[in-house]
């Protein structure tokens, strides 16, 4: 495919030129005007310039070297000591729990959400970057978190911090249900499968009219804490928190507790999957992956891991809903397409499957780019697939690659 | 002595074809039994059923365990028949595995396989693979294993202790930290077994474990399984078509052809088996 003879430089660029026009040409070069419709090529001809400029670039620059080299690179041990990887871990955590101080507003609104997606991230990558089951549903499990908060508070009075372990367990339960019917399915088929999964709960909250509100959606209260409450009068019978503590109220306290109490929840979510990465079941998981027939043949109960799998990803999913519930303080169907499984399954996959490291970074990447973008406007979304694709190209198994434990030999 | 395996008139068919024909073999415990065939001969179906891959559809695979005689048969779940219904008993036994039973019951009751085209967990490193194989051996409480409690730690410094040592025996410690999928083949061959008898089976079965080595590593094997028996006291039972090989190693050989078992003696016998001859040299009037 490659050649250094500009004669087939020139003809290729004239083809993929050619190819631009008869592709772009109809669509955008017709504009309807009433019954008829006038010809307009200059916006085809500036797309056809652009592929054929694209076609030279592929002519002339060393494709070769975006590739990854594969080298077997030798195991090594950690890098760092366990005492220097903790004292790593509390320096970030006590940096970004500062942020609320020295931050701007506007920036922990996008933290937030950036946080969320951390913790879907991390939920979606037991499921699919540790045990293999492709899930293109998970946005469903999501939403049972999101809904299960504001479903809550309106039937059975339930607050924020009963909400948390309700909806844990809520959507573990959707978990097994949906990790039954698929217990013998793999790759497409289970893809196919989760896929009617998400899209099955968001239209029974969307025509649910009685119980869901259907696309109307539902309040959700702003979370309190310890019955303090983040508002400048209290209305839910407790004692406003700024009045508490004596300070002026300001309109960044509630998002303020949020995003700390969210980063906790991101925190200890870290160390438990990372802890649980090196346990039997983490193991269990990834063994799954790479091979169920030898799993059973070592005596492991497949059934069991993979529901296992299912129920711990969604559970993790579903606290990521009540966080998204009460920072929103608004619920409805809108928020649970498949475009937000897509953008789920794409953290997972960037960041590199399996990798904390990795989904923590393409999770604030893909969340913190598109802020970033806001410059371009119309051209956001173009710049940010142009950017994966790039990621995808220099680093095809995603930014982090997945490390294994390592294990000292122990001299006796 | 009693033996450790008893194959009771085992028969598979797929659809027509009949895989296995009624058959009967013993394994005596300590010893290690070759059985071999022509391809097609249903070898592995063989192995597939004692394993708990495939579930037959007539006939016991009984095994000697502490707890008593077990057939691993019905530890898969059988289908449901109209006249269980007149035996509670069998109802019950039956729909408790057929929720619950399956392949890693059989491995629990103490068989261990490998498999014809090696199957590792090639992701994972080489002592992950070992580690998987003790999953039942160690303490898999989360919330222990979250919090890091010394119950917990203990059990994992043990499993991987256990690793090191099968590593040692199967002569890979140096690549312990390396991931399985890059190791070359013989040493993937070597690994799977030491995978198996992480699992401490009673049992051990051997899908043809001298496929695609050379002679140096075929005599390296060779010493390997007569360690399992001598060392570890497990019980082989071995599939292979290197005759010299199996005729070297085996105190029993089965001869399986079409399904059905048509010779079982000591190998020296063996070789001289009319009917064995027949079947690898073929009969005088269809040459």
Redesign the interface.
């Known amino acids: 495919m490659r050649t250094k003879n500009p004669l087939h430089i020139l003809i290729a660029i004239a083809v993929a030129g050619l190819a631009a026009l008869v592709m772009t040409g109809p669509l955008s070069g017709l504009i309807l005007d009433g019954y008829d419709f006038q010809a307009n090529f200059k916006v085809p001809l500036i797309l056809a310039g652009f592929a054929m400029f694209a076609r030279l670039l592929f002519a002339v620059l060393p494709m070769e070297r975006l590739r990854p080299h594969k080298t077997?690179l030798p195991?090594k041990p950690a890098t760092f000591k366990p005492w220097q990887a903790a004292l790593g871990f509390f320096v970030v955590f006590a940096l970004c729990a500062s942020f609320p101080v020295w931050g701007s507003k506007y920036w922990i609104t996008v933290l937030i959400m950036a946080l969320i997606y951390v913790l879907l991230g991390l939920g979606l990558n037991i499921v699919v970057g540790l045990a293999g089951l492709l899930d293109l549903g998970f946005v469903g499990f999501y939403a049972v978190g999101a809904y299960g908060y504001a479903l809550g508070f309106k039937y059975l009075d339930l607050g924020f911090w009963g909400a948390l372990p309700t909806a844990a367990l809520t959507a573990g339960l959707f978990g097994a249900v949906l990790g039954f019917p698929v217990l013998r399915m793999h790759g497409d088929y289970l893809a196919i499968v989760t896929l009617g999964f998400g899209e099955i709960i968001r239209l029974i909250l969307n025509n649910w009219l009685d119980f869901t509100g259907g696309p109307n959606g539902l309040d959700a209260p702003p979370p309190t804490f310890l019955g303090w409450e983040f508002k400048e009068f209290a209305n839910q019978g407790g004692t406003p928190f700024h009045e508490a503590f004596g300070f002026e109220y300001s309109k960044g306290l509630l998002d303020g507790f949020i995003y700390l109490t969210l980063l906790v929840a991101v925190a200890l979510t870290l160390?438990?999957v990372h802890?649980?990465r090196r346990?039997?079941?983490g193991?269990?998981w990834?063994?799954l992956?790479?091979?169920e027939?030898?799993?059973?043949?070592?005596?492991?109960?497949?059934?069991n891991i993979k529901l296992s799998a299912f129920m711990m990803g969604a559970s993790i999913g579903g606290v990521a809903g009540v966080f998204f519930a009460a920072y929103q303080g608004f619920v409805s169907p809108v928020s649970f397409s498949f475009f937000e499984s897509a953008l789920v399954l794409a953290i997972v996959v960037l960041g590199g499957m399996g990798s904390l490291t990795g989904v923590v970074l393409s999770a604030l990447f893909l969340t913190i780019m598109p802020e970033l973008l806001r410059e371009f406007s119309d051209y956001r979304i173009l710049v940010f697939g142009i950017a994966m694709v790039l990621i995808m190209i220099v680093k095809p198994r995603g930014l982090v690659q997945?490390r294994?434990?390592?294990?000292a030999?122990?001299e006796? | 002595m009693k033996p450790l395996l008893r194959v009771e008139d085992l028969s598979v068919r797929f659809g027509g074809i009949m895989a296995l024909n009624k058959v009967n073999f013993e394994v005596t415990e300590g010893s290690i039994t070759g059985l071999i065939g022509p391809n097609g001969a249903g070898k592995t179906t063989v192995f597939n059923c004692l394993t708990g891959f495939y579930r037959s559809q007539g006939g016991a695979v009984w095994l000697k365990t502490p707890e008593g005689e077990v057939n691993l048969s019905t530890l898969l779940g059988a289908k449901f028949r109209l006249e269980d219904l007149g035996q509670p008993a069998k109802l019950l036994e039956k729909t408790y595995y057929g929720f619950f039973g399956g392949t890693h019951l059989v491995t629990r009751a103490g068989v261990a396989r490998t498999f014809q085209n090696i199957r590792l967990f090639r992701e994972m490193s080489v002592l992950e693979n070992l580690l998987v194989a003790q999953h039942l051996l160690v303490n898999r409480n989360i919330l222990s294993g979250v919090l890091q409690l010394p119950s917990y730690r203990r059990a994992e410094e043990a499993a991987v202790d256990r690793a090191y040592q099968w590593l040692k025996t199967v002569k890979l410690e140096s690549y312990a930290n390396h991931l399985a999928g890059s190791l070359s083949y013989g040493n993937q061959r070597r690994l799977e077994i030491a995978r198996a008898m992480c699992t401490s089976p009673r049992l051990i079965c051997l899908d043809e474990p001298a496929a695609g080595l050379n002679p140096k590593e075929t005599r390296e094997l060779a010493d390997l399984i007569r360690l399992l028996r001598e060392e570890h006291r497990a019980t082989v039972l071995v599939i292979e078509h290197d005759m010299s090989l199996v005729m070297s190693i085996s105190d029993h050989v089965v001869v399986l052809n079409y399904g059905q078992v048509i010779a079982a003696d000591r190998p020296k016998a063996i070789q001289e088996h009319p009917k064995v001859l027949a079947a690898y040299l073929g009969t005088e009037t269809t040459a």
Not at chain 1, 293 to 303: D, K, P, Q, T, Y
């Open positions: 077997e195991p160390y438990g802890r649980l346990m039997p079941i193991r269990a990834e063994a992956r790479e091979d027939i030898a799993c059973r043949s070592l005596g492991l109960n497949h059934v997945l294994r434990p390592f294990f030999v122990k006796s």
